[in-house]
């Protein structure tokens, strides 16, 4: 009823029939793919030796020196876990980190490190020979729509020595590459998944309609990326209004969405999160986002969150989110080591002391206290009060707040004792876009500044019908 495929089948010219089988949880996440195929038996003779020596007739295939070969036929099953967790034929391959992934060997665990450019496209993996000395394991390269340079800087192929390849993958095994997502090269099937759908990166074009076409009638329903592949990644399975798993994730989703919206067009962006209960547990999505007026001279903006209000029947608001828009005519942070006053950062701050603060890195924040500014909660007026209020008006309900700034800091304020207490989400301001003239910008992620759903004016309720 997801329009999903469940099993696709090859017919080789060897009369074998192969196949890939896909099991899918109630929402179309994949959890599981089986990959029927055949290998041959040598068992009866000749050997590994002997595999360069066969012929082909027009029936089967042939051992000239040991007469016909045998094939026999094998299941390759691979099972998708929460958190990133990879199985292949019920052992441990890999489990993700957010720098990239770690590979489970013998009951060893090696660290492994991509390089992504800014469509999360992962360029290079890497690791250490363990003495501490980074190597370089895997460099890939792509044309504009995702399909794979070849001829250089390719790893030893793992090719099956049968009429068809059961896999091209590296030696190293991990398949994840454009734009983040698995690249599906099992029995040449040679497609990408996304979250919600299959993509064939030779045509650019993805495999099944859009769950949205309706909403965006204007698009082919298989469009991929919007035909805007330079500077603008898919979004597939980034849409507003799609179950996740836990608000954070919800989160996630509204800063890939809207920070970047919020930088460019210097203004705040707010939703309100909730959960709904989907069978017999509560996933989680957000309202469709509002925006402000344009940050003013004096680089003050702000946005009525609560006018994004279109709860779907059955939810429970459980939180909200907001962009800052740009960082203009803003300060930015103190050293808390020095108790600088935001009034004379400026005149007292060294050079090299800023040179520090500018570096990008997140571990330097200990060192510093973000205080009013874009790149921080609004303390004295704005965040902290309209905090205080959620948390009296949501009761047990509330599970939190996320405040998106130009820096790419996200901080994640919860209800401590009825009181609101913030702190910066490490995980989340890894991956949220940022501004590139930001002062403080801590990250290199590219933002999209026209979302699939544009936000709409906050002075008027997204639906008048709800309070």
């Known amino acids: 009823h997801l329009n999903l495929p469940v099993n696709i089948t090859f017919y080789n010219p060897h009369g074998k029939q192969t ?7 109630a929402v179309g ?46 299941i390759m099953r691979t099972d998708y876990l929460d958190g990133g967790f990879q199985y292949k034929d019920e052992v441990l391959q890999f489990f993700s980190h957010f720098e990239g992934f770690v590979m489970s060997d013998k009951g060893n665990y090696v660290y492994y490190f991509n390089y992504t450019d800014h469509l999360g496209n992962v360029r290079v993996k890497y690791t250490d020979d363990g003495s501490g000395t980074p190597y370089i394991v895997e460099e890939s390269n792509y044309y504009p729509f995702g399909l794979k340079h070849k001829g250089y800087n390719e790893p030893e192929q793992n090719m099956k020595d049968w009429g068809y390849i059961l ?53 082919s329903p298989y469009t991929f990326s919007g035909n805007i592949v330079i500077h603008a990644r898919e979004l597939e399975g980034l849409e507003p209004h799609l179950p996740f798993d836990d608000m954070e994730k919800a989160a996630e989703n509204f800063g890939s969405q809207y920070n970047g919206y919020s930088i460019a067009n210097k203004r705040e ?19 469709t986002p509002v925006e402000g007026d344009p940050v003013d001279l004096n680089g003050n903006a702000k946005v009525n969150i609560l006018s994004s209000n279109d709860l779907p029947e059955g939810g429970q608001y459980v939180g909200d989110g907001h962009g800052h828009g740009n960082d203009s005519n803003q300060r930015f942070a103190i050293l808390t080591r020095k108790e600088y006053s935001l009034k004379d950062f400026d005149e007292k701050a060294t050079n090299s002391e800023l040179k520090y603060l500018q570096t990008g890195k997140l571990s330097v924040l200990k060192n510093f206290k973000i205080v009013e500014g874009a790149n921080g909660p609004s303390v004295g007026s704005g965040d902290m009060p309209f ?48 501004d590139p003239n930001s002062i403080m910008r801590m990250n290199n992620v590219s933002g999209t500044v026209t979302p699939v759903v544009k936000p709409l004016p906050d002075y008027k309720k997204v639906d008048p019908k709800k309070d």
Not at 19 to 25: G, Q, T, V
């Open 387 to 434: 905090w205080q209020n959620q948390i009296k008006r949501l009761g047990k309900n509330y599970e939190g707040s996320y405040t998106f700034t130009p820096s790419g800091l996200v901080w994640i304020t919860k209800n401590n004792e009825g009181k609101p207490q913030f702190k910066v989400d490490y995980n989340l301001s890894r991956i949220t876009p940022s």
């Open 167 to 219: 896999t091209m993958e590296s030696s190293l095994n991990h398949k994840y590459k454009f734009q983040g997502q698995e690249r599906q090269d099992e029995l040449g099937l040679n497609w990408d998944s996304f979250k919600w759908r299959n993509y064939d990166y030779a045509i650019g074009r993805f495999m099944s309609v859009d769950p949205l076409t309706e909403k965006y009638n204007t698009w």
């Open 269 to 287: 962006v707010g939703t309100q999160y909730y959960k709904i209960k989907v069978g017999d547990v509560y996933k989680y999505s957000y309202t």
């Open 19 to 25: 196949k890939i089988e896909y099991i899918y949880d």
């Open 29 to 74: 996440s994949k959890k599981a793919k089986k990959v029927h195929y055949y290998e041959p038996d040598y068992s009866g003779g000749g050997g590994s030796e002997m595999k360069r020596t066969i012929v082909s007739t027009n029936t089967t295939q042939t051992n000239s020196s040991v007469g016909p070969t045998t094939y026999v036929q094998k």
